[in-house]
């Protein structure tokens, strides 16, 4: 088994930070270096999957799971209308290899989004 990432760890309570949201199988936190005046991380529980094309390829369910839950979290936390970005590869972007939606409402502050 490899070993936990961040967000695993975050989820077990080992770092701290605020779960905003949960299902069963996914949670959501804020993003630490936001780059809209929304930014919110949709997460797995599960680090089974690296990246979106993975999580689509083995679980198009938990996929769903996340995309509702983005969407939840913009109605509730701005008007509903959001941008969902995945990014998948070390040159798209990503830095935690654990799965993960950006919800991002509102203006943007940056074109890129990391993580």
């Known amino acids: 088994m490899s070993e936990p990432t961040i967000f695993t760890r975050i989820y077990r309570g080992e770092i701290p930070s605020e779960i905003i949201a949960e299902t069963d199988n996914v949670f959501a936190i804020r993003d630490i270096a936001p780059q809209a005046p929304v930014h919110l991380l949709v997460i797995p529980k599960t680090q089974q999957y690296r990246d979106v094309a993975e999580l689509a390829a083995g679980d198009p369910a938990l996929l769903a799971e996340m995309v509702t839950l983005a969407e939840e979290l913009a109605t509730a936390h ?8 995945f990014n998948s590869g070390e040159t798209a972007g990503q830095t935690v290899f654990h799965v993960h939606a950006h919800v991002l409402c509102g203006g943007l502050t940056e074109t890129s989004v990391g993580a």
């Open 78 to 85: 701005a008007n509903g209308e959001f941008r969902l970005v």
